[in-house]
């Protein structure tokens, strides 16, 4: 009986990480060329940890995800909310990024972005 909690308990976690997702708090690993994604857009990385992935660009959004050190997929970026934090400076552009080719749309503060505070190559929205 053990056993067989112990195998279905592996098999949960497996499928857990398979599924993967927006709306999970996993992080990806930086890779060479990227994430793999789609070859038409500019890859991004975000260099911070904790960074909060939002609905819409601006902090009040709802935070579809959590990721550190990630990167993702630029589709556009756009001028939202101010943020302002202490450590890094100020910035109201945001860009739109996905995890990988065809996956849901989340915004980013380019304050967390490697590029500036307007990222080079990304189009705007």
């Known amino acids: 009986m053990k056993r067989m909690i112990s195998r279905t308990a592996l098999g949960l976690a497996v499928a857990a990480l398979a599924v993967g997702g927006l709306a999970t708090t996993a992080q990806a690993a930086p890779a060479a060329a990227a994430n793999g994604g789609d070859p038409t857009l500019t890859d991004v990385y975000v260099w911070a940890t904790d960074v909060n ?48 080719a065809g996956s849901d749309i989340a915004w980013v503060n380019n304050l967390y972005i490697r590029g500036g505070q307007k990222i080079a190559g990304v189009p705007d929205c």
């Open 53 to 100: 992935l939002r609905q819409q660009p601006t902090s009040d959004s709802p935070r579809l995800a959590v990721r550190s050190k990630w990167w993702a997929d630029a589709v556009c970026q756009t001028q939202g909310q101010t943020v302002r934090d202490p450590a890094v400076g100020t910035n109201n552009w945001w860009t739109a990024v996905q995890e990988f």
